[in-house]
């Protein structure tokens, strides 16, 4: 996995899951972001963080849903996935087309959903 120069925003509330990511993720090369694990904090973050390159986001977020972060993303152009131990019903049709990774997944895996990265 080469993440060399890319700005990787982690949004996730679950501490084991996301440092593991994020230590993958700075192996990688990557500039991570985060972790962030409220709605809030991360809305600050990248009101704040300048160009980011992807994101990773947790559906649920200590009871709320993340799909306003969401909403700002998709709006910038910024990739993301969405991972989570949700099922697919649960995501707002107007995120079809996003990534889906579902809980317990590799940072590699999550890396190659997010940026379709060669096995």
């Given amino acids: 996995m080469k993440l060399e120069g890319k700005r990787i925003l982690l949004v ?43 994101a990773v986001l947790d559906i ?15 709006n910038r152009g910024v990739a993301f996935v969405f991972c989570s131990g949700y099922d697919d019903h649960v995501v707002p049709s107007r995120f079809d087309g996003v990534a889906r990774c579902e809980k317990p997944i590799s940072p590699e895996q999550v890396a190659k959903a997010l940026f379709g990265l060669p096995d």
């Fill in 60 to 74: 649920n977020l200590q009871g709320e849903m993340v799909y306003p972060l969401a909403d700002v993303l998709m």
């Fill in 12 to 54: 996730e509330d679950e501490y084991l899951i996301v440092q593991d990511m994020a230590r993958a993720f700075t192996a990688a090369g990557a500039t991570v972001l985060g972790p962030v694990k409220s709605l809030a904090d991360a809305l600050r973050l990248v009101a704040s963080s300048g160009p980011l390159d992807g």
